[in-house]
């Protein structure tokens, strides 16, 4: 598969899993990311008039790059990862895309170690680091099954 073939495909499935996983997460989660008193305030509003405008315009072309950068770093070890047994494959790529795209990741989160470092405490509760855990969680697990099974 030609370099360029993968990463169309590897940002349709990332784009995909992302918006699987964020609208389940919502569902189960909606006062974490909805409304003034949600735990992530420091985000726009899904459901605010200008903050919803905003987030519809972009939330495309930004998935888009981050697919189109991920898939770009994984080049180098392509054929390794191909050589990988289904599990092994779907393991390994659902680890790093939980491990250094969520939790591990510098950008503090609620829901990651930078978070519980630098993050105020009214941010950080047992309770909502685990509820973000669903998206995150459910994310790279849809998306390492797709890419597994579907692009090698």
Known sequence: MTYVLFSVWFTVIHIAAYFIAGLIALKVCSSTYEGTSRVMDYHRDVTEGEEKKHVAKWIF????ARGLLMSIVLYPI???LGELSLIVRILFIAGLMFIYHHLACVSPG???LEGLVYMRKRYIQRGSFFTF???MTLYP?????AVSYLLF
């Open 61 to 64: 072309p930004a998935q888009a």
């Open 78 to 80: 392509l054929g390794p």
């Open 110 to 112: 609620p829901d990651n």
């Open 133 to 135: 855990q669903l998206e």
């Open 141 to 145: 697990l849809l998306f390492a099954v």
